[in-house]
């Protein structure tokens, strides 16, 4: 069965630190995964794809085939990445969403 | 345009109660989705339509109904509200998949928090 898990329910990180939000899924044929993000008060939006291999908002995520992974990184959190967080793997046309990360960037 | 958009933004039912959550979209999208997003769940997918006329449950469609008359709109009716139905209900659009089979974007709109007492 298709399935995404994102481990941490939060993650809470000082303002310049280092971010990786994990992103776990388990699929059968060939993956195609995204993250979406949800800043407070804002609609659920895309954030990045990994057809894409594009960094946006400094953000990157390298799809790893072999440990089923598709970790979002930044290398130096902002006050502003504050959010939740959804990692969502496509089947057929629909998206299957994990629980979510709720990402908390301290000053 | 006006993208996604739903209403109402917040309601309140009594068990047993029935309602109907609208859902708008502008931008010419075959597909559209409805999600409920409980804490600690994630987004989970009720139904979905790939085009007007034809609909599809998605993972968690019990208590639910859809509709899709016309490309724009795809209601989602509660018959007989129950606590357990309490969440926030996200509308979401996009083009079909493309002949590659990649998944396109999906839009969603501002979502409607709905509480059954």
């Known amino acids: 069965a298709q399935r995404v898990t994102q481990p941490e329910k939060l993650l809470s990180v000082f303002k310049g630190a280092p971010v990786e939000l994990k992103c776990n899924y388990s699929?059968?044929?060939?993956?195609?995964l995204f993250w979406y993000v949800q800043y407070s008060r804002q609609r659920l939006q895309l954030l990045l794809r990994?057809?894409s291999r594009e960094s946006i908002k400094g953000f990157t995520a390298d799809l790893n085939k072999g440990e089923t992974s598709f970790h979002l990184k930044k290398p130096f959190a902002q006050e502003e990445d504050s959010a939740m967080y959804y990692c969502a793997l496509s089947f057929g046309n629909k998206l299957v969403f994990g629980a979510g990360t709720i990402l908390r960037v301290k000053s | 345009n006006a993208g996604v958009t739903q209403t109402p933004k917040f309601r309140i039912l009594k068990i047993g109660q029935s309602m109907t959550l609208q859902c708008t979209q502008d931008m010419n999208h075959n597909y559209m989705y409805w999600y409920r997003q409980d804490p600690g769940m994630g987004l989970k997918l009720i139904y979905y339509?790939?085009?007007?006329?034809?609909?599809d449950k998605g993972e968690v469609p019990n208590g639910y109904n859809v509709s899709r008359s016309t490309t724009e709109d795809f209601p989602l009716r509660l018959e007989l509200a129950a606590p357990s139905q309490t969440s926030v209900y996200f509308c979401?659009?996009?083009?079909?998949?493309?002949?590659?089979?990649?998944?396109?974007?999906?839009?969603f709109g501002p979502g409607t928090r709905l509480t059954v007492l």
């Open positions: 699929y059968s044929g060939s993956p195609e």
């Open positions: 979401a659009s996009s083009y079909p998949n493309s002949f590659s089979g990649r998944h396109n974007e999906q839009f």
């Open positions: 990994h057809i």
């Open positions: 339509s790939v085009g007007a006329g034809i609909t």
